[in-house]
């Protein structure tokens, strides 16, 4: 089938790399324009439009999908189907209608669960066990089409959100690729999805990396894992943002290097730092957390105990304020 695909970012390009290895003839690929990033805030090209010309592939850059000459392109490529992965802007249904079979779209999750633009950070944040990816027919609605198919994938007790949309990223490919292959053979068949079990993940700002000391250390521990890499995890410590990369959940009672015990939080009060040579724990609602690397603002990473000691952490010094 003649296909052009649309998708933006690094999760995108596994399956840009599956289509174009497949069966079906990628004649064009749909990405957002160049963004202007870095401290020079010059224009980049993003990972999808860098595979594509690497692949000698049309590129196709519209502000919108419904601009009159994206239109005018999709038309005269004439695709059967034009399969869709984190593309990052609204396909209006002057576009929908142009392909013979629609837009089909790989979600990072089991719909009807997180509907929306971070499904995959929202999962870990919730304690999700489990998630997946799902193939479905855009229509107008949120993430509300007929779906094709889906993949389950177990979430590690360690998987940051860009850990596991890495690996949602290679497998789901396949699945696309898959459903792809059915819908020419004429075996594909859509489902609606159910009422029940819907749920909502909408995009995450830099506010909503804010840690809350004051929620359960499972919560914090989750929060962090979730918001990492993007938009990342942080924090206020003297004035100053300081980014904080996954932590480590503490028992309820642990002995901080003969510094002290732990009991269920009472000893660390939710924020408060207690520093070591070689640890820095931070109290939660519920007990503390074991701070792995940070990150002060306009520096690299470096080891929690490394930071501890350059900014010589004063007691009973509170992150957060």
């Known amino acids: 089938m003649r296909l052009v695909f649309a998708g933006t970012p690094d999760v995108a390009v596994p399956t840009l790399d ?21 401290r020079g805030r010059s224009l980049v090209a993003s990972p999808v439009k860098e595979r594509a010309l690497e692949l000698g592939l049309e590129v196709l850059t519209p502000t919108r999908a419904g601009d009159p000459q994206f239109l005018d392109r999709l038309r005269e490529l004439a695709p059967d189907v034009c ?4 593309y990052g802007g609204l396909i209006p249904l002057s576009a929908l209608t142009i392909p013979t079979h629609g837009w089909i779209n790989l979600h990072f999750s089991l719909l009807p669960a997180w509907r929306g633009a971070a499904p995959v950070q929202h999962a870990i944040m919730a304690g999700d066990e489990v998630t997946g990816a799902t193939t479905f027919l855009v229509e107008r609605g949120l993430d509300t ?31 696309l690729v898959a459903t792809l292959d059915a819908l020419e053979a004429g075996e594909l068949h859509a489902v609606a999805q159910s009422a029940e079990g819907v749920s909502l993940a909408p995009k995450l700002t830099v506010e909503d990396g804010r840690i809350c000391w004051g929620t359960p250390a499972l919560a914090v521990e989750r929060h ?13 410590f003297r004035g100053e943002r300081l980014k904080i ?35 820095v724990h931070v109290g939660t609602a519920s ?29 009973g010094e509170v992150l957060g304020r």
């Open 18 to 38: 599956a289509l174009s290895s497949s069966s079906h003839d990628v004649v064009a690929v749909l990405t957002r324009p160049d963004a202007p990033a870095g």
């Open 83 to 86: 399969p869709i992965v984190a």
């Open 145 to 175: 089409g007929p779906t094709f198919g889906l993949m389950t994938e177990a979430i590690r007790p360690d998987d940051t959100a860009g850990d596991l949309l890495a690996r949602l990223a290679e497998d789901g490919a396949g699945l």
């Open 224 to 236: 962090i894992r979730g918001c990492t890499p993007a938009p990342g995890a942080w924090t206020m």
């Open 245 to 279: 990369h996954p932590v480590t959940l503490v028992p309820d009672a642990a002995d901080i290097e003969n510094g002290g015990v732990i009991e269920n939080g009472g000893v660390i009060a939710p924020g408060e730092v207690v520093a070591t040579k070689r640890s």
């Open 287 to 315: 007990g503390a957390v074991q701070l792995g690397e940070v990150q002060p603002q306009g520096k690299k990473p470096m080891a929690a105990a490394d930071w501890a000691r350059g900014v010589r952490i004063e007691p």
